[in-house]
Each structure stands twice: as structure tokens, then as C-alpha cells.
């Protein structure tokens, strides 16, 4: 059962959309605050993939994992998510190990555990193509309710997407440059996602991510990367003195 009740409203949408910096760092933030907001009792790893004409394929995903799912079927040319992308309609796996259509992407991603797979187009201008792929370890998660959440996910984040991509054009960046855009990516996905759980601005989101750096003695780029990993961001400081801890980041 997909767990709705922390769906991002339109003015917290529009709030990541204006703090991030970049398209890169918009869609990351997007992405990890479905993971969040979808996974219930069996965990959902969540990936983004935008096209455009003029421009390069974009692609944030809310776990590494799911970053090697969705590279996987770029390999093919072909598999779940690029197909709801290309032709614009759902396409739900219950098993993967048992599906015929998609028996080679199944056997290439066989060591990751993952069983079903839910990918459904987000509606964006003509220009470009956008969809939201879903992935979880057991099969048959995405039933009717699940289904329905996910599909009601991406309507509601189409419009705020829609605006993004008018709003930053295609960003060709020199690959000496990318690791450090990826590392501020991470930070910035991070900071969506606490002011999100605790509906606060970016300001405290950012303190927030810094009182539990400090008080963990670790780098804001590692805090920032297990807060993404277990869609566990930190709240306000406890009293009497209590320090925040992370929790180690799930694979």
C-alpha cells in the first residue's frame, strides 16, 4: 500500500522547483520526494527520466541502485520505462522474472532482486517526454491502489516538471565538471527532502542538515547521500543535548 500522506503540496513543488539551482538538482529533489512519499511496508526505489528535443536525456534516480536499473535498459535501447516514456502509456511487471516481453532485461538486472516494476509517463509539452519508473524487490507491489497512487504521483508533479523545463534549457556540462555538479546535486536533493518532512524553508532545511553533520563529525556530502538512501531526514534538534544520528545507507 503506497503510503499518501506526505505528498508534497503545489507550494512545496514550486519551492524546490525556484531553490534548485539547476535542472539536474530540480529533478533529483523530485525524484528522492517520490521515493519518499511512495514507499510503504515494501520499499520503492523511484527514477526520473526526461528527453527533449535539442537536448540530452536527463535522468535522476532516488538510489543507485535504481540509477543501474534504469542504465540497463538504456544498454537494450528498450525496456519498461523508456517504452511508457516513448509511447506514453503504463506499463506495470508484476514479475519480471517470469515476463516474457522484457526476458533480457530481466536476466541483466537478475542480481539486483528486483521483481516488479511500474513505469508511467508524466505529461509534459511537446517538445520533451517524461516518465517515472518504479521498482520494488517483491513481486506483484504494485496492485490497483499502488497503481493508482503512482499515477496520481506523477499527474500531480507534471505541472511543476512542465515548468522546470521551461525554465532551464539543456545544460551541456564538461565532464571534468560533472562529479562536482553530481556531489552539489546530492546536497540540494537532500535539502528538498527535509523541508518536505519537517515543511520548512530551505534556510532551517540547510541548518538542519548541518547540525546533524557536525554532530556525527562527517561530511555534509555523506550525511546528505544516507538521507537519500533511507528517505530518513533529520528534524528538529532533541533537547537536553541529544545529537542527531544517521542511519547507515541501505545498498
Known amino acids: 500500500m503506497a503510503r499518501i500522506d ?40 523511484c527514477a526520473i527520466t526526461v528527453e527533449r528535443d535539442g537536448g540530452p536525456s536527463t535522468v535522476a534516480s532516488s538510489t543507485e541502485k535504481a540509477r543501474r536499473l534504469d542504465e540497463k535498459q538504456y544498454a537494450f535501447d528498450d525496456g519498461p520505462c523508456l517504452t511508457a516514456l516513448r509511447h506514453r502509456h503504463r506499463v506495470l511487471i508484476d514479475d519480471l522474472q517470469g515476463n516474457g516481453r522484457w526476458a533480457g532485461y530481466a ?4 542480481g539486483e532482486g528486483i521483481r516488479s516494476v511500474l513505469a508511467v509517463p508524466i505529461q509534459t509539452d ?72 519537517n515543511r520548512c524553508g530551505r534556510d532551517r532545511a540547510m541548518e538542519l542538515l548541518q547540525i546533524a553533520a557536525r554532530d556525527s563529525n562527517r561530511r ?25 544520528s544517521s542511519r547507515a545507507p541501505d545498498e
Open 6 to 45: 506526505a505528498s508534497p503540496t503545489t507550494e512545496q513543488l514550486q519551492d524546490l522547483l525556484l531553490e534548485s539551482p539547476g535542472f539536474t538538482e530540480f529533478l533529483l529533489g523530485l525524484v528522492t520526494i517520490s521515493a519518499s512519499m511512495l514507499g510503504g511496508r515494501e520499499r520503492v526505489l
Open 107 to 110: 536476466r541483466a538486472v537478475h
Open 126 to 197: 511537446p517538445s520533451s517526454r517524461a516518465a517515472l519508473n518504479c521498482y520494488a524487490y517483491a513481486p506483484g507491489t504494485f496492485d490497483d491502489a499502488m497503481t493508482v497512487a503512482v499515477e496520481e504521483h506523477a499527474e500531480t508533479i507534471s505541472k511543476t516538471l512542465r515548468l522546470a523545463l521551461r525554465l532551464h534549457v539543456p545544460e551541456p556540462y564538461p565532464e571534468h565538471l560533472r562529479s562536482a555538479l553530481q556531489s552539489r546535486a546530492v546536497v540540494d536533493a537532500a535539502i528538498s527532502l527535509i523541508m518536505l518532512h
Open 220 to 244: 555534509l556530502h555523506e550525511i546528505a547521500t544516507d538521507i537519500l538512501h533511507t528517505s530518513s531526514p533529520p528534524g528538529p534538534t532533541p533537547p537536553s543535548g541529544s545529537s542527531t
